[in-house]
């Protein structure tokens, strides 16, 4: 394994922090975290069951520590990367 670890807030799996979606919350809201962005963030699997579990365990607030909306445009957004990294999975 080479690179940091992160943890799915999903799954809590521990994998490459490469493998793993990065978020951050703007606005009370859960983004996609751009490169570099700085602040507090969390990490998916690339995988909307993850997503779902997240939310299910409103896993989102604890990690963000405040609120963290998951809304259709944040699931859309999710939903396309995922899509994207199929090819590498
Ligand atoms: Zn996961």
Same mark, same amino acid.
């Given at each position: 394994?080479?690179?940091? $670890?992160?943890?799915?807030?999903?799954c809590r799996?521990?994998?490459?922090? *490469?493998?793993?979606?990065?978020?951050?919350?703007?606005?009370? *809201?859960?983004?996609?975290?751009?490169p570099g @962005?700085?602040? *507090?963030?969390?990490?998916?699997?690339?995988?909307? #069951?993850?997503?779902? @579990?997240?939310? *299910?365990?409103? @896993? +989102?607030? =604890? @990690? +963000? =520590?405040?609120?963290?909306?998951?809304? $259709?445009? +944040?699931? #859309? %957004?999710?939903?396309?990367?995922?899509?994207? =990294?199929? %090819?590498?999975?």
């Amino acid at each position: 394994m080479d690179g940091p $670890e992160r943890s799915c807030i999903g799954c809590r799996r521990k994998r490459a922090q *490469r493998e793993l979606i990065r978020l951050r919350v703007e606005d009370g *809201r859960v983004r996609l975290a751009t490169p570099g @962005a700085s602040g *507090r963030g969390a990490y998916l699997c690339p995988d909307p #069951a993850c997503l779902e @579990a997240a939310g *299910r365990r409103r @896993a +989102f607030g =604890r @990690a +963000f =520590r405040g609120p963290a909306a998951v809304d $259709e445009e +944040f699931v #859309a %957004a999710f939903a396309a990367v995922c899509d994207g =990294r199929k %090819a590498v999975r």
